[in-house]
């Protein structure tokens, strides 16, 4: 027979307390759910929850792991629990990370001659492929314009003087574009990006709010139309931050005509 013990609900818990009931109702997953899916008693997570119980370090591991919380915010448990860190947050250019940013270079140079681009959590560019560049240059000092300290493809999409006023489809994929960025920022915990959407929102009107569908999205820049849709991948196993947070965007065409213009493009810088 199993029995089920009611949820308790301090009446303001912190440290690691909050944190495990956060990510657990983030994940809209009840003190049952959680221990079904983690392998341990629903008694035991509702007195973790409530400060009645001391989590070890494989305890915090165990439950992060089934609630699939990125490993910058499992550290951060490790911290609230009195455990040291576990995972590192090596620079990019680390020559630990040589391995992982080799692989991302062979990515996005394999993708050529269509664009492809490596962005951190916040959507900022770590990494771009000379076809992505290329793009980038016909809008001319866009970066600038956009602001920020950074390359940022939010601030590229959504601010009034990024790409938004070429994009001849915005109605149909800008709100789709701007849901994905709030439902990565709320799966991953990613304060970064939620500070960036909180700075464009005021330039955003009514239709970001209403539901739509489109793909691929259109743009058209000095008389140039192009067609194209995304694909997004990640690091399955990664044990570092850096690379964990890692978004892999490559760009394909979407019909024949954008197609023949990014392979004639490449073909006109190899002579």
């Not at 009611?6 to 994940?27: C, I, M, N, V, Y």
């Not at 392998?39 to 035991?44: A, E, K, M, N, T």
Request: proline share 6%; no cysteine.
């Amino acid at each position: 027979m199993t029995v089920s013990f009611p949820e308790s609900h301090p009446a303001a818990p912190t440290g690691f307390p909050r944190l495990l009931r956060d990510w657990r109702q983030k994940r809209r997953l009840s003190q049952l759910d959680l221990a079904l899916s983690s392998g341990v008693s629903q008694r035991h997570v509702s007195f973790l929850e409530s400060g009645r119980a001391q989590p070890s370090r494989n305890m915090i591991l165990q439950l992060s792991e089934a609630l699939e919380v990125p490993l910058r915010e499992r550290n951060g448990w490790l911290n609230a629990a009195g455990f040291a860190p576990l995972f590192k947050a090596r620079p990019l250019d680390d020559p630990q990370m040589n391995q992982v940013m080799g692989a991302v270079r062979m990515m996005l140079n394999a993708h050529e001659p269509f664009p492809a681009v490596a962005l951190d959590r916040a959507w900022n560019v770590r990494m771009s492929n000379t076809a992505f560049d290329g793009l980038a240059a016909i809008l001319g000092d866009v970066w600038t314009r956009v602001g920020g300290e950074q390359r940022n493809l939010l601030r590229l999409f959504f601010h009034p003087q990024g790409i938004r006023p070429l994009v001849t489809n915005w109605a149909a994929v800008g709100p789709l574009i701007w849901r994905r960025a709030e439902r990565e920022a709320e799966a991953i915990g990613g304060e970064e990006m939620k500070s960036v959407l909180a700075d464009l929102a005021a330039y955003q009107d009514a239709d970001i709010l209403w539901s739509a569908a489109g793909l691929p999205f259109n743009i058209e820049v000095g008389g140039v139309r192009l067609s194209m849709f995304a694909i997004v991948a990640t690091f399955g196993t990664a044990q570092d931050v850096t690379a964990d947070e890692l978004r892999i965007e490559t760009l394909y065409p979407a019909d024949a005509e954008t197609e023949a213009l990014f392979r004639g493009a490449a073909a006109a810088s190899e002579r």
